[in-house]
């Protein structure tokens, strides 16, 4: 006979087991204080008899560690978010520290899930790529284990923070196309919100102060905001600037997968890159290199970032005392084909 499948053990089986409430053992899980020391004994031999794996939760929880670290991404089928798990991964073998990828969906609530369930997953800490937080979340980052934040969108928060130089790598972007010869750099980025901060409205900073150090006035028809940032969106940007007769002779792309659509646009429309119009992007993702023509961009040490999120995660889950740290990854613009001065035949 088949041997009947094992019920999975709730809290409130272990709260029953140990005879204390399920509040308790939540308690006991997420090594919260003020639980009495013989209360927490019961409650992991509770959790010891009932169930194998929790079994090894329990032991983990005893010993304080699991060597495992959650980090959670908006999309993981992106390029630059897949080039940042890889770095995170290498990293964290550095450390003899598992990684568990988890996916937000650039949603808030799914932020939010990630931040709630890191301590009830087991991880040491948590190192989270935020897009749908903002400024005003900053006090629900004060959790009770370890949390680095990837991004732009919280600054001066109570936990570490490793973020891109957004403003000054997009102005670098946009003055190394004007000095190749362009003086009608159109922009493409996301919808701006600026009561917002995002990898957008930072990077559309950064173009302005462009335009204005080299003495080229902002053409607000040469701003085109797009609902998400992928190639589609790229090339049907590129669509509509044309339609609209609106010249240009450059173009910077808010990310470099926006570019990919661009460069396909401008090729279909007859364009010649660089001779007609100069492209450059942002993030220096792999594929850059190997398109044709090869993509000028902006590099911001996807690998710096990773090893100094990873290292302040692990000073964190050694020792929690420290001040919060707020580090700005360098960045290097990286020439290629794009942007080259190629003389028309």
Known sequence: MQEKAARVVTIRDIAQAAGVSPMTVSNVLNKRPHVAAATREKVLEAIDRLDYRVNVAARNLRRGRTHTIGLAVPE????????????????????????????????????????????????????????????????????????????????????????????????????????????????????????????????????????????????????????????????????SVRARGVPFDGVFCVTDYVALGALRALADAGLRVPADVRVIGFDDVEFAQHLVPSLSTVNPDHQLMARTAVELLVARIADDHHEAVEFVSPFRVVARESTAMIASP
């Open 76 to 239: 993981i089928d992106r390029p630059y978010y897949g080039q940042l798990a890889a770095a995170v991964i290498d990293e964290g073998a550095r450390h003899d520290l598992n990684v568990v990828i988890e996916q937000t969906g650039r949603e808030r609530e799914s932020e939010l899930n990630a931040l709630a369930l890191s301590r009830v997953r087991m991880y040491d800490g948590l190192i989270l790529s935020a897009v749908g937080l903002g400024a005003d979340d900053r006090d629900l980052l004060r959790v009770d284990y370890p949390v680095v934040i990837l991004g732009e969108r919280i600054f001066q928060g109570p936990v570490d923070h490793v973020a891109m130089s957004n403003v000054d790598g997009a102005a670098a972007a946009v003055a190394h196309i004007i000095a190749a010869g362009s003086r009608r750099v159109a922009v493409l980025l996301g919808a701006l919100d600026h009561n917002q901060v995002d990898v957008s409205t930072l990077r559309h900073e950064g173009y302005r102060r462009a335009l204005e150090d080299a003495g080229i006035d902002y053409d607000p028809r040469l701003v085109i905001e797009m609902n998400e940032l992928t190639p589609q969106r790229g090339a049907e940007a590129i669509a």
